[in-house]
């Protein structure tokens, strides 16, 4: 596990943290790179920092800025509606996809005078056809200040756009490559949640739903 695993799978609360041999290098990781730290040639004192007045914490209180589109491997973002605006996740998530058979199998009596006839072993497949596609998407949102008041740090606006999709409704239009190569344009939100995060700044989210689509149930003749 590298360190950037280590410190992600910390912030989020993750079960890769059973993983980690020793959980002092989690720590370690994580006051190292992500709180903010002084390099060694730098003096701190009554006149600011080598003698230069400065707010404390200026510039290195700041966290990472989110990433663009353009700078995500794989990018998701959310729609109320087809052509509406859409909601990119400022960080990009992990996502996990689990796909799904229906099959009607019926165990029958089945006569055979050979024993080494396998084609009497087994069920009788009647039919199948596919189930929705469960969808897992595990992320953070990061505010802009690592440590202060609660309306500088958390992040209050992605967490609260975040929310208003989640609790919409109706089904939810969303955009990422590995969905769309599955054919996934819509989904329906299961449930969701918010676990404890480490940092003033950061927020985890889990986020469970099903692929949605367009169906006809009757047939048009």
Known sequence: MENKDIIFASLLGSKVLKTARNLSLVQNAI??????????????????????????????NRAD?????????????????????????????????????NIIRRNVAKWRADISNLDTIGSIKERWNQDDYEITITGVLIGS???????????????EKLRDLLT??????????????????????????????????????????????SYKLLYEA
């Open 168 to 213: 919409y409704h109706k089904e939810l239009y969303v955009y990422c490559e590995p969905l769309q190569l599955l054919n996934i344009n819509k989904i329906v939100i299961e449930d969701f949640s918010f676990p404890f995060t480490k940092g003033e700044n950061v927020q985890a989210y889990e986020i469970k739903a099903f692929s949605d689509g």
């Open 65 to 101: 800025a989110p990433l663009s589109s353009e700078q995500q491997y794989f990018p998701m973002s959310f729609s109320f509606s087809e052509n509406g605006e859409n909601f990119l996740l400022p960080y990009e998530p992990m996502i996990d996809i689990k796909g799904k058979n």
């Open 145 to 159: 200040i690592m440590t202060g008041k609660v309306d500088d740090c958390y992040p209050k606006k992605d967490f």
């Open 31 to 60: 006051r190292d790179r992500v709180l903010p730290t002084f390099p060694a040639d730098v003096k701190i004192n009554q006149s600011g920092i080598n003698g230069l007045q400065v707010t404390p914490f200026e510039g290195l």
